[in-house]
C-alpha cells in the first residue's frame, strides 16, 4: 500500500511540476499579454424600484462608472439567490440598466432578485469581461 502511495504522490508531483513551464496561449490572458487591460470591478451599486402594485413594476440599477480607458460596457446579470445560477439579462454601455415587467415579464413584484454586474472591455479578440460585483439584493414593492 505504502508502494502505491509513493507511486501515486510521484505521478502528481511529475504532472504539478509539468505544468508550471506550460506557455500561456490565451490572447485575452492579462498575465501572458502586457497590452490587455482588465476592467475594474463595478463599485457603488444601488437601485430604485417602481411604486407598490404600479404596472408595469422595474428597477432600475445604477452604480459607479467605471474609467472609460479600461471600460466599453457592462453585463448585468440576476439570479434568484445569493448563492444561485444568474442569467445575463442586461448589455448596457452607460452606468445604469432598467429592468421592466413591460420588456421581461419575469420581473414581478415581491419577490427577492439578486444582481451582479461586471464591466468589459472590447478586444480585438472579443470582450474581455472583469470580475462580477458581489449579489445585491433587490425586491419590488
Known amino acids: 500500500m505504502a508502494k502505491l502511495f509513493v507511486k501515486i504522490m510521484l505521478i502528481l508531483l511529475t504532472v504539478f511540476l509539468g505544468s508550471c513551464s506550460l506557455k ?3 490572447p485575452l490572458d492579462p498575465n501572458g499579454n502586457e497590452d490587455i487591460i482588465v476592467p475594474e470591478p ?3 451599486i444601488t437601485y430604485t424600484t417602481s411604486s407598490q402594485n404600479q404596472i408595469p413594476c ?3 440599477i445604477t452604480w459607479t462608472a467605471n474609467n472609460e480607458n479600461n471600460t466599453d460596457g ?5 439570479g434568484m439567490g445569493y ?3 444568474y442569467a445575463l439579462v442586461g448589455d448596457v454601455t452607460t452606468n445604469e440598466f432598467m429592468h421592466s415587467s413591460a420588456d421581461d415579464p419575469s420581473v414581478q413584484p415581491k419577490i427577492d432578485y439578486f444582481y451582479r454586474i ?3 472591455k472590447i478586444c480585438p479578440e472579443g470582450k474581455l469581461e472583469g470580475r462580477r460585483s458581489e449579489p445585491y439584493w433587490v425586491r419590488i414593492p
Open 118 to 120: 461586471s464591466a468589459y
Open 83 to 85: 448563492y444561485s445560477s
Open 74 to 78: 457592462y453585463y448585468i446579470y440576476r
Open 42 to 44: 463595478v463599485t457603488g
Open 58 to 60: 422595474w428597477v432600475k
Open 24 to 26: 500561456r496561449s490565451n
